[in-house]
């Protein structure tokens, strides 16, 4: 009899150890399928913002080369017009929210940004500067001026 009540007690104990090492087991997973589970949040939101830079930085890019491009066209066009041609054209006042600036150096010219630079060569020479805004092309004995 006090053979079988030790055995018993040793059983009760060697469950209630069991009961004790599963409990300690199901938190050990919980917490390490939580910090696997915190890490992939973390990569993904990572992804994601990176995503997001990329493609606000390609619109800035985008945007800039449009502008130059739609200059590039009015000083094509106003070149291929005949005296007295004569029309006026705006471009952006900002790029994507940024200032940028405008450069002419002969047939080149540039926008630039703090990011980006973007440049062609236009059709002719043009008297004249480029601004941001509104913009006056004519075109006056074979010659094209701009905002002159």
Not at 27 to 43: A, K, S, Y
Not at 95 to 107: E, L, R
Request: aromatic residues 10%; glycine residues 4%; hydrophobic residues 40%.
């Amino acid at each position: 009899m006090i053979l079988m009540q030790r055995d018993i007690r040793e059983r009760t104990q060697t469950i209630l150890e069991m009961k004790v090492e599963t409990k300690a087991q199901s938190t050990i997973e919980f917490v390490l399928l939580t910090m696997v589970l915190f890490l992939f949040f973390v990569f993904f939101l990572s992804f994601s913002s990176t995503q997001l830079i990329n493609t606000a930085r390609q619109h800035e890019f985008d945007l800039l080369k449009k502008n130059v491009e739609i200059v590039g066209n009015e000083v094509a066009l106003a070149a291929s017009q005949k005296d007295g041609y004569e029309r006026n054209f705006s471009i952006a006042e900002t790029i994507a929210g940024s200032s940028y600036d405008i450069t002419q150096n002969g047939k080149s010219l540039m926008f630039s940004t703090d990011d980006y630079s973007y440049s062609i060569n236009l059709a002719v020479e043009i008297n004249g500067t480029i601004q941001k805004g509104e913009n006056r092309i004519r075109k006056s004995n074979g010659v094209v001026y701009v905002n002159k």
